[in-house]
């Protein structure tokens, strides 16, 4: 007999609806997933990685639920951006959003954004496209001119809803366009005639390419079926994108088929203005992953509800930006990797086998699960492993009044969960030793340490240790406290850091 694997049902605030509603599958336990991914023609920056990481953590979430999750992330690898940037820098367009493509996917990784189940590209699904486009020609949504294809938005009288817009209010915020060839100024291209130069596929029109917007509906409805679970994507996309796409594929497959559910996430603000290359503030993902490490941008964006607006601290000092927002990530998540570390050191491979721990242990994989349930609350699960981080280290400095298995199994517990948990959201997924030796080879380097000296003096200290100079020994730990450098006194010897402004 089949059995179906229990799932922790979920609510989630759905953008069409405009309230956060209780989710309901398709298919039981399953969630098909569709996110508008990046146009490939540039570096990715710190825009990309934040909506990126958005929809992941929601990815994580429900597969931490108990949901068997099938997640589509597009890559749009032809388009107007993308030929205007080849042309001028003289690259071949094709083969500059591959190169584009596959660092953005490199630099997704660093913010332990998992590959997409499946990622189309709209190369590849030109057929599809084109299939779409004479199915909305054939029943009278779309009209083709000269080459050019356009739906007829006045064709499709729920236009405007995801937005909250009527097409009369668009008919008068449309510009008078020269183009007479469009039977009216809303119309949106589905298929664009080829120009001289550029790249183009054969079609029932003659040479040409895809619209923006047609190819997310040719990829949902290929790789998630007509009518599929989430469709999620940055706010800025609602309109046009948004809207059109639902105008295609309905006009398509008719009323009540295409997304169920829509999700949008929230802004990165820096001292209230919007992110634009105009204000300096576009950062590339390059750039804060050397500055503070990817898992840092990552902490700081679980660390706020994926809808609400953020406000991104960054202040540029002496030409060189100083993240301050995600330094702070970084101190946080240099005390949960510190205190991982410190469980495994005391647990060791003894994991003091199965039975009883402190009640305070067994709450955070509950608690975190019903914080993910309530429309992907992380700021929450965050707070609960904060209680779990703190809890793990008062046992590990005092076990006083606690049997000794207890101890140790409620620690091992602790560090389990903590991974767990922290995997549901993206953190936490490095080896503790890994993580503190890259931030600390940052910080030596940010803080401009002379490691060589740090050593020499740390050699002095064991020796006059063990010439029971103590006095000497705690000079020393001044000397090097004054260099800005912590000891750390562990059971495999002494170990150093870099010591946190606050
Ligand atoms: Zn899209």
Not at 12 to 39: H, I, N, Q, W
Not at 94 to 122: C, G, Q, W
Not at 152 to 160: D, L, T
Not at 341 to 353: K, S
Request: with cysteine.
């Amino acid at each position: 007999m089949l059995q179906t694997k229990a799932v922790t049902p979920f609510r989630l605030y759905d953008s069409m609806r405009r309230a956060k509603c209780a989710f309901e599958p398709l298919v039981p336990g399953k969630v098909g997933m569709y996110v508008c991914g990046p146009t490939t023609y540039a570096p990715a920056h710190i825009g990309h990685a934040y909506s990126a990481i958005a929809f992941d953590t929601v990815r994580r979430s429900l597969t931490f639920l108990g949901w068997d999750v099938t997640y589509v992330r597009n890559v749009t690898d032809i388009d107007d951006k993308i030929i205007k940037r080849a042309h001028e820098t003289n690259q071949d367009p094709l083969a500059m959003s591959a190169h584009f493509a596959a660092e953005y996917n490199r630099d997704m990784a660093r913010f332990n954004v998992m590959t997409p189940s499946i990622e189309p590209k709209v190369t590849t699904h030109i057929r599809e496209v084109i299939a779409i486009v004479e199915r909305l020609i054939a029943n009278g949504h779309a009209y083709a001119v000269d080459g050019d294809v356009y739906y007829e938005v006045r064709k499709f009288p729920p236009y405007g809803k995801l937005s909250g817009q009527t097409i009369d209010e668009l008919e008068d915020g449309a510009r008078v366009e020269v183009d007479t060839r469009k039977k009216d100024p809303i119309d949106f291209a589905l298929w664009k005639r080829a120009k001289p130069g550029e790249p183009s596929w054969d079609s029932p029109w003659g040479k040409g390419r895809p619209g923006w917007h047609i190819e997310c509906s040719a990829m949902t409805v290929t790789h998630l079926g007509a009518t599929f679970d989430i469709h999620a994507g940055g706010k800025d996309l609602i309109f046009p994108h948004h809207e059109n796409e639902i105008a295609q594929s309905q006009g398509a497959d008719g009323e009540g088929t295409f997304a169920r559910y829509w999700l949008h996430n929230g802004f990165l603000n820096f001292a209230g203005e919007k992110m634009s290359k105009s204000l300096g503030n576009v950062f590339n993902c390059d750039q804060i992953a050397e500055a503070v490490g990817g898992e840092a941008l990552r902490f700081f964006c679980v660390s706020h509800h994926y809808r609400s607006p953020v406000d991104f601290d960054v202040q540029v000092i002496d030409g060189a930006p100083r993240f301050f927002s995600l330094e702070a990530a970084d101190r946080s998540l240099s005390g949960f990797y510190t205190t991982l570390q410190r469980i495994d050191q005391f647990v060791g491979d003894n994991t003091a086998g199965e039975g009883a721990v402190l009640p305070e242990a067994e709450k955070l994989v509950p608690d975190a699960k019903q914080a993910l349930a309530e429309d992907f609350n992380a700021p929450e699960v965050v707070a609960a492993m904060h209680a779990a981080g703190k809890l793990a280290n008062k046992l590990l400095d005092e076990g006083k009044g606690i049997d000794k298995q207890v101890r140790r199994r409620t620690l091992a517990r602790l560090g389990k969960d903590l991974r767990a948990v922290g995997g549901a959201i993206g953190v936490l997924t490095q080896d503790p030793a890994t993580y503190l030796r890259e931030r600390r080879e940052r910080l030596v380097k940010a803080k401009q340490i002379d490691v060589a000296a740090v050593e020499h003096k740390l050699g002095e200290r064991k020796a006059a240790r063990a010439e029971k100079n103590f006095t000497r020994a705690d000079e020393i730990r001044r000397e090097l406290a004054a260099m800005g450098v912590e000891l750390l006194d562990t059971p495999a010897g002494t170990d150093w850091r870099i010591a946190d402004a606050d």
